[in-house]
């Protein structure tokens, strides 16, 4: 099973620079493979909690080194909730890949573990007659302090739905778990890495005093 790492992120923070200075970026430093995936930025600011920037994956099998590309500029420049994430944001960003894995259907909306599982609903709006479906990686139900109940309601209200949560409302709801491998790191750790693995420093980081 391939497991998210270091190489993998490093290869997010080569992609984004690059788009920023209108190069290409060094070739990844890890195997190609078919996975579902990913990408997450968030803005630290004097040590406070980071905040979050950009989030955008795929939750069927991707090539890895295109999709990490792809959803690396997709998560940091069109998430819609969010701005573009700018140039002079860099030394204040940090980035996870995760690796979905062990996606299993569940038996009901409450069958899986907070802290453990990712969670993706699919469910009929009784309002509207249309489907539904939202996802939330692993890590965020427990970041949040929800219980189950508190995460899948937060959930359907991402996947747009407005009207009143109900008991046979979320009976509704069929639900997939799954688990995740992730690796982060900081723009502060990417710049080291450069310096120490190619001997440079990271051509983004000029960035860092405007």
């Not at 690059?18 to 195997?31: D, I, L, R, V």
């Not at 940090?94 to 993706?120: F, M, P, Q, R």
């Not at 639900?175 to 190619?198: C, G, I």
């Amino acid at each position: 099973m391939v497991s998210a790492s270091k190489e993998m992120v490093v290869y997010c923070f080569d992609t984004l620079l690059a788009h920023y200075n209108g190069e290409e970026a060094p070739p990844p430093a890890f195997e190609d493979g078919q996975h579902p995936l990913f990408v997450t930025w968030k803005k630290v600011v004097n040590g406070s909690e980071p905040r979050l920037r950009g989030c955008i994956g795929i939750l069927e099998a991707r090539g890895l080194v295109n999709g990490i590309k792809d959803y690396t500029l997709n998560s940091a420049l069109r998430d819609r909730r969010f701005s573009p994430i700018q140039a002079k944001e860099l030394p204040y960003l940090e980035c996870t890949v995760s690796i979905l894995t062990d996606y299993e259907t569940a038996d009901n909306y409450l069958d899986w573990e907070v802290g453990k599982h990712g969670i993706i609903i699919e469910f009929s709006d009784p309002d509207y007659g249309t489907r539904r479906n939202a996802t939330y990686l692993p890590e965020v139900a427990a970041h949040e302090g929800w219980t189950n109940i508190e995460a899948i309601d937060s959930l359907m209200r991402k996947a747009g739905y407005s009207g009143t949560i109900t008991e046979s409302v979320r009976k509704r709801i069929r639900l997939t778990r799954y688990q995740s491998s992730l690796y982060t790191m900081h723009y502060s750790e990417y710049v080291s890495y450069v310096k120490a693995t190619r001997g440079a420093v990271a051509s983004g980081s000029k960035f860092g005093n405007q």
